[in-house]
């Protein structure tokens, strides 16, 4: 069964800089488009960042210039970079990919468990 694995999160002042990692686990027929989500205290969940298996990426327009994600296709591990973080970054944030499963060739969306990441003033 396909897992995404989160680490990275935690408590940055403004101005600061984290690295998130993502590791899918298990076997999939094909990995399509991975990317970062967040989701803050009483807002919907919002993308942040994806990176297609071709390595083209797309940013939301708050975090571009930033925010850099980045994949390791060999590895299955898609990273992202934040640098001048801001207290409006202050979120969890969530790995999603969306593979093809080996069974029926079944595409399917997969959500890591979020990791928080919270910047102070």
């Known amino acids: 069964q396909v897992q995404l694995v989160e680490s990275g999160g935690g408590l940055v002042q403004a101005g600061g800089s984290l690295r998130l990692s993502c590791a899918l686990t298990g076997s999939a027929f094909g990995i399509n488009d991975m990317g970062w989500y967040r989701q803050a205290p009483g807002k919907q969940r919002d993308l942040v960042a994806e990176i297609t298996k071709f390595l083209d990426a797309r940013y939301a327009d708050s975090v571009k210039g930033r925010f850099t994600i980045s994949r390791d296709n060999g590895r299955n591990v898609i990273y992202l970079q934040m640098n001048n973080l801001k207290p409006e970054d202050t979120a969890v944030y969530y790995c999603?990919?969306?593979?093809?499963?080996?069974?029926?060739?079944?595409?399917?969306?997969?959500w890591g468990q979020g990791t928080p990441v919270t910047v102070s003033p």
């Open positions: 999603n990919a969306r593979v093809v499963q080996w069974e029926m060739h079944r595409h399917d969306e997969v």
